[in-house]
């Protein structure tokens, strides 16, 4: 039997994975990160499975290297956390290249209605009794223009959504893609002319911090910003000083460029010792999620049954159709 580290998991991974449980494969999980402090939990293991802030730098992949273990399992799409050149011909990295792009094309279109309608704040209102309609007041999406950045499967979806609100979409992506339900420009049209702007690409050593002083700069005045991608992708600072100086009107996060040491955790016993973050959340036209878009039933069993296939087929010595070129 073959045995798999799962690093930084919650009750709803074990959940998921032990209905697509396989029993020439035994599991260990545990809910600490991988990172050079833990790698060694994954010592006599055979490959070792992890998650979207699971730091697995060039030590931790000499380590697991060291240690016999021969593939790393991403349960996510992206793989900016993984320093693919020490991997190569060392160690497998595979992902879940594709899981739902509904639950977070769906995440996305709510944070826009949440924070245009402000129903945060109607809901906190009226737990308070307090019924009065002064200060939320939104807009209608209808012939409004949204701004779509990557338009992979996650982008087409949410297209798809805007399209039902009848809204006019931009799109910038260098790959194109000829289902998108959109007009595809360049990136300075799409900042300069939309309403709202939606991020849907992965994070690149070229696009880090996409979303900075320059680029706001170029916006429409009282724009929205959604990001349900990578933190990275935006300069927080940057965010930080459009919503304060009004020319960014509204903005969702569902991840942040710091949020390794935070999110999945509960600290809400404790003070919170990053400003930035304190700053946005303190913000009433901001609403910051804990990286909870994929968080459905269906892209959780859709992450699960991927990931063992993934496993099983290192295991039997058939092709890694979901490995990382390196």
């Known amino acids: 039997m073959k045995t798999v580290a799962f690093f930084d998991t919650k009750s709803y991974d074990r959940e998921s994975f032990k209905k697509f449980q396989d029993p020439d494969i035994n599991i260990r999980f545990f809910e600490n990160k991988l990172n050079s402090d833990t790698v060694s939990m994954a010592a006599c293991c055979d490959a070792v499975c992890a998650f979207v802030n699971d730091d697995i730098n060039s030590f931790v992949l000499e380590k697991l290297e060291s240690y016999g273990v021969g593939l790393v399992a991403l349960r996510c799409a992206g793989y900016n956390n993984v320093d693919l050149k020490t991997a190569r011909g060392r160690v497998h990295i595979v992902r879940v290249p594709s899981y739902s792009p509904y639950a977070i094309a769906e995440h996305s279109m709510g944070m826009i209605l949440l924070l245009n309608r402000k129903l945060h704040r109607a809901y906190i209102r009226t737990r308070d009794h307090n019924f009065s309609l002064e200060g939320l007041t939104g807009f209608d999406l209808n012939q409004k223009t949204v701004g779509i950045i990557g338009t992979g499967k996650i982008g ?36 300069e002319s939309s309403d709202i702007i939606s991020l849907h690409c992965p994070l690149t050593k070229e696009n880090k911090h996409l979303i900075n002083d320059k680029t706001i700069e170029k916006m429409k005045n009282g724009v929205f910003i959604i990001n349900t991608s990578r933190g990275q992708l935006i300069d927080t600072q940057s965010l930080i000083n459009g919503l304060k100086s009004g020319k960014v009107a509204a903005a969702g996060l569902d991840v942040y460029e710091e949020e390794t040491a935070l999110f999945f955790e509960d600290f809400s016993d404790e003070v919170i010792h990053d400003d930035t973050l304190s700053t946005l959340i303190s913000m009433p ?3 910051v999620t ?31 159709q979901n490995e990382i070129s390196v």
Do not use: R, W
Not at 186 to 191: A, I, N, T, V, Y
Not at 290 to 295: D, K, Y
Not at 303 to 314: P, Q, V
């Open 290 to 320: 804990s990286h909870q878009a994929f968080l459905t039933k269906e892209a959780l069993y859709a992450i699960a049954e991927t990931t063992m296939k993934n496993l099983k087929s290192y295991f039997d010595g058939e092709e890694l």
């Open 285 to 287: 036209n901001v609403i």
């Open 156 to 191: 087409l979806t949410f297209s798809e959504i805007c399209q039902g609100f009848s809204m006019d979409i931009l799109g910038y992506d260098p790959y194109k893609n000829n289902d998108f339900k959109g007009k595809y420009v360049s990136l300075d049209e799409l900042l």
